[in-house]
């Protein structure tokens, strides 16, 4: 079912005349059409990359899964990530490929395009998991709808279902999730295989927003 949320969203990047130009968190991103830029949900996720707890560690092999912009790629990389970046969305990966190079990280970051966890290589294994995935379940008809419908949560399927196998030891997944979405729908109800904790949250433009960390069981 189409959300009243996510259309407001959709409507809100398309009135942007791109592409345009965006400067965050010490990075300079051009946004092309067709492409979900890093707002609310994906800065909240990024702040957190740097915890001395859980977060980011110098060669720590990285998956951005649904890579949008690239930007989650490119804080993981400056934390000394390298990352493997993959998204459904030619334009996404064309345009995280652009970014990276243009913030001198494309060394580090190898973008991939495909569906779900199909551009992952057998025996391929990662630290850390980023996945700012849509929330809602509902047909999509452009690319750019890929960033907030997720149809039949197929995203979501894959990586709960066959993640645990590209997983190193300590590996460890970073998941935003919308509190309103919670309510009906709670992410733990997505596997018995892992252990779901709320380490941050905040309000973003009137609606909380849960960054989880999940790690097997």
């Not at 859980?54 to 930007?71: A, K, M, P, Q, T």
């Not at 630290?127 to 907030?148: G, H, K, R, W």
């Not at 997944?173 to 997505?190: D, G, N, W």
Request: glycine share 6%; with cysteine; hydrophobic share 35%.
């Amino acid at each position: 079912m189409r959300s009243e949320t996510a259309d407001e969203i959709l409507e809100q990047i398309r009135r942007q005349i791109t592409p345009y130009n965006l400067d965050i968190m010490g990075f300079h991103l051009q946004i092309e059409k067709e492409v979900y830029p890093p707002i609310g949900e994906s800065i909240l996720l990024a702040e957190n990359l740097s915890s001395r707890e859980c977060g980011i560690r110098e060669n720590d092999r990285v998956l951005d899964y649904g890579c949008g912009s690239g930007f989650q790629s490119l804080v993981s990389a400056s934390l000394g990530g390298s990352v493997v970046a993959t998204d459904i969305n030619v334009s996404a990966t064309r345009c995280s490929h652009n970014n990276a190079k243009n913030n001198n990280l494309d060394g580090k970051i190898e973008v991939r395009q495909g569906k779900n966890l199909e551009p992952i290589l057998p025996g391929e294994h990662f630290d850390v998991v980023i996945a700012s995935l849509p929330f809602e379940d509902a047909q999509v008809f452009t690319e750019l709808e890929y960033a907030v419908y997720d149809p039949n949560l197929q995203m979501r399927q894959a990586l709960f279902g066959n993640i645990l196998k590209h997983l190193t030891t300590h590996g460890r997944i970073f998941y935003t999730y919308s509190a309103r979405v919670q309510k009906s729908s709670p992410l733990e109800q997505s596997s018995d295989r892992f252990l779901f904790n709320v380490i941050d949250q905040r309000e973003i433009k009137g609606e909380r927003y849960f960054l989880y960390l999940i790690r097997p069981k």
